[in-house]
């Protein structure tokens, strides 16, 4: 019954903040291939959010505040993902810049999840998490100053880039990299694999786009949105379910 009531609390707060956001704009043309993929987005994003937090009492405790983090991340992505709808319908277009009041917290908070799940099976060190935090927020603030022209567009490029690559340090061959290796709990292993596949594969695309959409005009922004908004669902969303699937596979089934 508890399960039911944080289901129905947190899919009613979602729906209703998003009658909130859909209120007073035009309907979509069948034919807008940005703008339903917007709405495609938001329902994946809204999905996940109520799974995820729904999914919070189903796992061992030392799981919980994982899954809480990837409820976060994907109920904040899907607020933003609304509004850039409606500034696309009334504006014509949605600037990448509005995708930066997403990724500055849910990214972040994505690589917090690296730590998290390691904190779920041993003694971690502190240092971890701000070494993933400030790498996380200096690749997302690099190419924010960069698009918005606080700094040279190539300066802005750079610093997102050089974020990201010691990201990747990070949990491949830095601290959290030898953490892993030493933890011996296999479904958290597998996560932890994936999770990096995602960050290197999947986030390739955000300085792609920035190079690609920015710095040389190469893409226009409505086919630069769409490429946007898929990896948003796969970054976001398969993120927090590999962490799902590890937090199921480490909770005995007599306490789910």
Known sequence: MRRLKLFAFVTMTLLGLSGIANANTNLLPADDLVGISFWVISMGLLAATAFFFFERGSVASNWRTTLTVAGIVTGIAFIN???MRNVYLSQGESPILYRYIDWIITMPLQMVQ???ILATVRKVPKSIFWKLLIGATVMVLGGYFGEAEYIPAMAGFIIGIGGWIYILY?????????VVMKSGN???VTAYGSMRKIITIGWALYPLGYIFGYLTGG???N??????N???FINKI???LVIWVAAMQNTAPRSR
């Open 230 to 232: 898929i990896a948003d």
């Open 81 to 83: 993902y609304l509004y």
């Open 219 to 221: 893409i226009d922004v």
């Open 186 to 188: 296999k479904p958290m």
């Open 223 to 228: 086919s630069l949105n769409i490429i946007y």
């Open 238 to 240: 398969a993120f927090g």
């Open 114 to 116: 690296f730590y998290l």
């Open 170 to 178: 990070e949990v491949f061959s830095g601290e959290a990299g030898r």
